[in-house]
T-cell receptor, first 113, second 113 residues
Framework: QKEVEQDPGPLSVPEGAIVSLNCTYSNSAFQYFMWYRQYSRKGPELLMYTYSSGNKEDGRFTAQVDKSSKYISLFIRDSQPSDSATYLCAMSEGSSGNTPLVFGKGTRLSVIA | DVKVTQSSRYLVKRTGEKVFLECVQDMDHENMFWYRQDPGLGLRLIYFSYDVKMKEKGDIPEGYSVSREKKERFSLILESASTNQTSMYLC????????????FGSGTRLTVV
């Protein structure tokens, strides 16, 4: 079983839809959770960052962590064509260690105008 | 604006050549990483470094080596390029622990012919 599972998609939605992207994980020691957005032929950029369980909102984006279920989500409200990208989840056990982040394989999202 | 700069966006090399990919960061980050990204396989960690002159193998180090002589610079070396090393190569950096996320470069698309 891989440490982080992420549905690769592709996911295609109409403009204005609510998008839900998800990752599951097996390592209960993960405490830091991130979402990266990667446009075609570009490097990933950090989109959202969450520590432990709970929700975090930033504009149209909401990151949600459920540690009891080992499940994280990214919601995009009022999706726009500019949101079309690959979204990668990433996780870490903690800031004191030097274990690299564990990434999901990414979900490709297309928002159709 | 903080940056991770990769020296080339596109490279074409011949089989058997020694290839150098350079990465420079201006954020005084301790940690630096080299990944390759292939369709369906996600990000795969090649090597990482937590300090000058220090290196650790990632998940797929075979056929690669690295050099970190200065804190801001991390080089990836393909000792004898092969066609199966055709890929997108991404450099990243972070503060100690990396729990605050990585900053990625724009990537180098390497084609080995």
């Amino acid at each position: 079983q891989k440490e982080v599972e992420q549905d690769p998609g592709p996911l295609s939605v109409p403009e204005g839809a609510i998008v839900s992207l998800n990752c599951t994980y097996s390592n209960s020691a993960f405490q830091y959770f991130m979402w990266y957005r990667q446009y075609s032929r570009k490097g990933p950029e950090l989109l959202m960052y969450t520590y432990s369980s709970g929700n975090k909102e930033d504009g149209r984006f909401t990151a949600q962590v459920d540690k009891s279920s080992k499940y994280i989500s990214l919601f995009i409200r009022d999706s726009q064509p500019s949101d079309s990208a690959t979204y990668l989840c990433a996780m870490s056990e903690g800031s004191s260690g030097n274990t690299p982040l564990v990434f999901g394989k990414g979900t490709r999202l297309s928002v159709i105008a | 604006d903080v940056k991770v700069t990769q020296s080339s966006r596109y490279l074409v090399k011949r089989t058997g050549e020694k290839v150098f990919l350079e990465c420079v960061q201006d954020m005084d980050h301790e940690n630096m990483f080299w990944y390759r990204q292939d369709p369906g396989l996600g990000l795969r960690l090649i090597y990482f470094s937590y300090d000058v002159k220090m290196k650790e193998k990632g998940d797929i180090p075979e056929g690669y080596s690295v050099s970190r002589e200065k804190k801001e610079r991390f080089s990836l070396i393909l000792e004898s390029a092969s066609t199966n090393q055709t890929s997108m190569y991404l450099c990243a950096s972070s503060f100690v622990g990396g729990a605050w996320g990585y900053t990625f470069g724009s990537g180098t698309r390497l084609t080995v012919v």
